[in-house]
C-alpha cells in the first residue's frame, strides 16, 4: 500500500470522520435534532454510503434509545403490553419520520401492483398508496407492536427494551445490505447516487451490528442461543428481499432498502418474541 493510500485509510477512520457520518447518519435517517459542528464540512451534504455503514449500528442504537425509553417509562407506570408496545413503535415511526415504512409500502405496491419493470418502478415513485402498500403498512405495524408485546409478557421489560435497541442495530445495517449486492434499479437515481459500500466497509458494519446487537441483548437477558438465532435470522431476512428486487425491478433503490431495514427489523422481533 503506497503512502497517499496509508494517508487516505488513515483520514477515513480519524475520529472527525467518523463523527461526521454518524451525525450524518442520524440526520438521513432520523428527525432527531442533530446539531452542527465546523469539523462536518457540509453538514446538509447527501451520506456518502461509501464509508457512512461502519458507523450505522451506532446510529441504528440511538436512533432506537427513545422507543426503547418510553417502552420502559410506560411499563414503569404499568401500562399493559400492547398499548406499551403500541407507544413505543409509534415513537420509533415518529422519530425515523416513517421513511423506512414508507420505502416498505412503496415496495409492497410496485413490486405486486406492477407487470413490467418499468410500470414497478413507475408505481413506487407514485406519492399515493395503493392497497398492497395500506395492507403491507398495517400488518408490519401489527407484527412489530405484536411481537413487542409477546416480548414484554415473556420476557420482560427490560429484554423488551433491549430487543428494540437489537432490532434497530442489526437492522439499519441490513438496510445497506441491497446497495452492496444489487445495482441499482435507476442508474440516475438517489441510491445510484449515494455510493456503493465496499467490502472492508460493509464487514465493519456487519461485525459492528452483530457485536452490538449481542450485547444490548445480553444485557437485557436473553439467552445466548436466542441471541445467536434472532440475529443472525434478521441479517439473513434482506437476502430474500434482494432476491425478489432482482426479479421484479432488476436492482435496488432506497426502497428496496427501506423494506429490508422493515423486514429485518420484524424478524428479530419476531423471533425474540418466542417464549
Do not use: W
Not at 460493509?202 to 461485525?207: D, E, H, L, N, R
Amino acid at each position: 500500500m503506497d503512502s497517499h493510500a496509508d494517508l487516505d485509510l488513515k483520514t477515513s477512520f480519524s475520529v472527525a470522520r467518523l463523527m461526521a457520518d454518524l451525525l450524518s447518519a442520524l440526520r438521513f435517517y432520523s428527525r432527531l435534532p442533530v446539531p452542527t459542528f465546523g469539523f462536518e464540512g457540509d453538514p446538509h451534504r447527501v451520506p456518502d454510503f461509501r464509508s457512512l455503514p461502519r458507523i450505522l449500528p451506532l446510529a441504528g442504537f440511538l436512533i432506537a434509545l427513545p422507543s426503547a425509553l418510553i417502552l420502559l417509562l410506560a411499563g414503569g407506570v404499568g401500562l399493559s403490553s400492547l398499548p406499551l408496545a403500541a407507544l413505543a413503535v409509534a415513537t420509533l415511526v415518529i422519530t425515523t419520520g416513517a421513511m423506512a415504512e414508507d420505502g416498505f409500502s412503496d415496495v409492497a405496491d410496485g413490486f405486486f401492483g406492477g407487470s413490467t419493470k418499468e410500470r414497478r418502478l413507475e408505481i413506487m415513485v407514485d406519492s399515493r398508496v395503493g392497497a398492497f402498500g395500506v395492507s403491507a403498512l398495517v400488518l408490519a405495524l401489527i407484527l412489530r407492536v405484536a411481537s413487542l408485546g409477546a416480548l414484554n409478557d415473556h420476557q420482560g421489560l427490560v429484554a423488551a427494551s433491549a430487543s428494540l435497541l437489537a432490532a434497530g442495530v442489526l437492522s439499519r445495517v441490513a438496510g445497506v445490505l441491497p446497495l452492496v449486492f444489487l445495482p441499482p434499479a435507476r442508474p440516475g437515481g438517489k441510491s445510484a447516487s449515494v455510493g456503493r459500500p465496499g467490502v472492508i466497509v460493509t464487514t465493519i458494519a456487519v461485525i459492528g451490528a452483530l457485536s452490538l446487537g449481542a450485547l444490548c441483548l445480553f444485557i437485557g437477558g436473553v439467552s445466548p442461543r436466542m441471541i445467536s438465532v434472532a440475529l443472525l435470522l434478521g441479517l439473513a431476512s434482506a437476502f430474500p428481499v434482494m432476491v425478489l428486487a432482482q426479479a421484479k425491478i432488476g436492482g435496488q433503490t432506497g426502497d428496496v432498502a427501506g423494506a429490508t431495514q422493515q423486514v429485518a427489523e420484524i424478524v428479530v422481533l419476531l423471533v425474540l418474541s418466542v417464549a
